[in-house]
């Protein structure tokens, strides 16, 4: 059974740092895309970053581009959202998703089969 387990949430000050954990399990992760979502309530749900876990080919919003850092760990099989200069915008709940690498479409549009529960990122002023 396929588990993403996201965790590293909480609350931090504008301007801070936090680290995300997506814990992947279930299945061998090595031939798919592994995307990062975020949403606040009564908005769509947004692409954050995803990643190839093979080849490490990435690809972030414009939206936090700089700001966030998407990276995995083939042998913690855990992929990595890393948050700096925060800002109460980037208020929302934190998803992590999984796409067979052979899905078309690029990676803010695929098919994602696998998501995780969520983690809370509140960002205060």
């Known amino acids: 059974q396929v588990q993403l387990v996201e965790s590293g949430g909480g609350l931090v000050q504008a301007g801070g740092s936090l680290r995300l954990s997506c814990a992947a399990s279930?299945?061998?992760?090595?031939?798919?895309?592994m995307g990062w979502f975020r949403q606040v309530p009564g908005k769509e749900r947004e692409f954050v970053a995803a990643i190839d876990w093979n080849d490490g080919r990435s690809y972030t919003a414009n939206s936090v581009k700089g700001r966030f850092t998407i990276s995995r760990d083939n042998a913690k099989n855990t992929v990595y959202l890393q948050m700096n200069s925060l800002k109460p915008e980037d208020t929302a709940v934190y998803y992590c998703?999984?796409?067979?690498?052979?899905?078309?479409?690029?990676?803010?549009?695929?098919?994602?089969?696998?998501w995780g529960q969520g983690t809370q990122v509140t960002v205060s002023s």
């Open positions: 279930g299945r061998t992760f090595s031939n798919y895309v």
């Open positions: 998703a999984a796409s067979p690498s052979y899905y078309s479409g690029s990676y803010p549009r695929r098919r994602y089969d696998y």
